[in-house]
């Protein structure tokens, strides 16, 4: 499988208690959906986890994964992100995106200055952050992911056009 026919939906945070449950990070638009998807598995594909949803916690879920009996076993998955066949999620509206869509493309600006390349998509609770490895530089630019910002995402073509905020860059 290619890393495009894998998508990010979630990853292990540690144990939660001593019963073998798991805090659960959830990456879908609705974090209990990530249960829908199930068998998940690790990015190579080689390891499956079947899961169980309890209840919501601090930015997390609780959940039972199959075959996961006591808190040494939860803690040793913690930071394993889980993934599933793309073809599993549903089609997205033209206006939505997988992050792993955008990793990579080219950002320009309004007048066709190349800025950088995404390197990655953040959420810190408010929206989504493209983080931009700027094009002259090592420095990373963090723009917000919203229609006044980027008002193009151009996949076919591999880039994005944004239009930062004064003061931005």
Do not use: W
């Amino acid at each position: 499988m290619s890393k495009t026919d894998i998508i990010c939906v979630g990853a292990f945070a540690g144990a939660y208690g001593v019963n073998g449950e798991v805090r659960l990070k959830s990456f879908c638009a609705n974090s209990d959906a990530i249960a829908d998807y199930c068998p998940l598995t690790d990015e190579a594909g080689t390891r499956h986890f079947t899961i169980t949803l309890g209840r919501s916690i601090n930015n997390a879920l609780v959940a039972k994964v199959d075959g996961v009996l006591n808190k040494e076993q939860a803690d040793a998955l913690k930071g394993l992100r889980l993934f599933v066949d793309r073809a599993q999620l549903p089609v997205l509206p033209d206006d939505e995106f997988y992050h792993t869509d955008l990793i990579g493309l080219t950002v320009l600006d309004t007048g066709g200055n190349k800025l950088g390349k995404v390197h990655g998509v953040q959420n810190h609770g408010a929206s989504d952050l493209l983080e931009i490895m700027a094009e002259a530089s090592s420095e990373t630019i963090l723009l917000p992911f919203t229609n006044a910002v980027i008002p193009t995402v151009d996949l076919a073509a591999g880039r994005i056009i944004a239009d930062p905020p004064e003061g931005a860059l």
